[in-house]
C-alpha cells in the first residue's frame, strides 16, 4: 500500500506561479513513477507530467515549458513548480504512483483555480 497526500493548490491570477506537493508513505520502494494528473469539471482526467525513479520526465503539450515536476528521494516528495498559470490551467490537481506489481495509487486531489 502506498498513501500519497498532496497541498499546495489555491487561487491564483493568470500569470500566476503556484508549487504543488505529494508526500509519499507506506511502502514506496515499490514505486517506480510518480505523476500529476488533472481533471477539471465534466472532463476526463489527463496526465500533466510523470517522472520516473531515474529522474526521466514527460509533460503535457499544454504544460510544456511553464510547468516542472521534480522529486526530493530524501522526503518521499514529488513537486509540481507551475509557472506561467492560465485559466485553462483551472482543474483538481491529483498526485498519482505507480508500482512494480502494476497497480496504481491516487491521492485526495488539490483544488487550483487560476482567475482574476
Known amino acids: 500500500q502506498v498513501q500519497l497526500v498532496e497541498s499546495g493548490g489555491g487561487l491564483v491570477q493568470p500569470g500566476g506561479s503556484l508549487r504543488l506537493s505529494c508526500a509519499a508513505s507506506?511502502?514506496?520502494?515499490?514505486?517506480?513513477?510518480m505523476a500529476w494528473y488533472r481533471q477539471a469539471p465534466g472532463e476526463q482526467r489527463d496526465v500533466v507530467a510523470e517522472?520516473?525513479?531515474?529522474?526521466?520526465?514527460n509533460y503535457a503539450d499544454s504544460v510544456k515549458g511553464r510547468f516542472t515536476i521534480s522529486r526530493d528521494n530524501a522526503k518521499n516528495t514529488v513537486y509540481l513548480q507551475m509557472n506561467s498559470l492560465k485559466p485553462e490551467d483551472t482543474a483538481v490537481y491529483y498526485c498519482?504512483?505507480?508500482?512494480?506489481?502494476?497497480?496504481?495509487?491516487w491521492g485526495q486531489g488539490t483544488q487550483v483555480t487560476v482567475s482574476s
Open positions: 498519482n504512483a505507480a508500482i512494480i506489481t502494476g497497480n496504481t495509487y
Open positions: 507506506g511502502n514506496i520502494g515499490s514505486i517506480y513513477s
Open positions: 517522472i520516473t525513479g531515474s529522474g526521466r520526465t
